[in-house]
C-alpha cells in the first residue's frame, strides 16, 4: 500500500481562516483546476518517519520549511487506496515566492522525450469554500477536521 504525507499551512486573517493548497504540475494537470489542487505532499516508505517526510516534501514542493506547532490530522485513503498522512500548521508563507523542484517526465505520452515538470506549478491561499472545492475531494477532511479544532470560528468561507 502507497503512502503520502504533507502538510496543511492555515493563518486567520480578517476573521477568516484561509487554506495553503498547491496544484500540481505537468500537462496533464495544466487545464484542471476543480478538485486538482493539494497539500503539499508526497510518498515515503516503511522506513521513513511519516511526519518527517511530510516536512521533507512541503519543502521539496514548496521551497519553504514550515514552522510552528503542528496538529496531526486524521490520515484519508484515496479512491486509489493510497494513505496521506497531514500535519496542520499555523504559519505566513509566501505563495507568490514558492519554488518546487522538478523532475524528468516523458512527454507526449510514449514518444520517448522528456521534459523536466515542477510537482507544483502554483501555490495559494483560498477561504474554506473555495480551498474545498479546488483541492481533490479526499482531501477535504483534512480542512473540516481543522475547522472542528477552531468551532469559535463558527461557519468560515
Known sequence: MKTSAGILVYKKENNEILFFIAHPGGPFWKNKDIGAWSIPKGEFGKD????????????EETGIKPKGNFIELTPVKLKSGKIIYAWAVEDDIDADN???????????????????????????WFG???????????????????????PENGKIG
Open 48 to 59: 521513513e518517519n511519516a511526519f518527517d517526510a511530510a516536512i521533507r516534501e512541503f519543502e
Open 128 to 150: 474554506q469554500k473555495e480551498a474545498l472545492e479546488k483541492l481533490n475531494p479526499a482531501q477535504s477532511g483534512f480542512i473540516t477536521e481543522l475547522l472542528n479544532i477552531f
Open 98 to 124: 514558492s519554488i518546487s523542484n522538478e523532475f524528468p517526465f516523458e512527454w507526449p505520452p510514449k514518444s520517448g522525450k522528456t521534459i523536466m515538470i515542477p510537482e507544483i506549478d502554483r501555490c495559494g
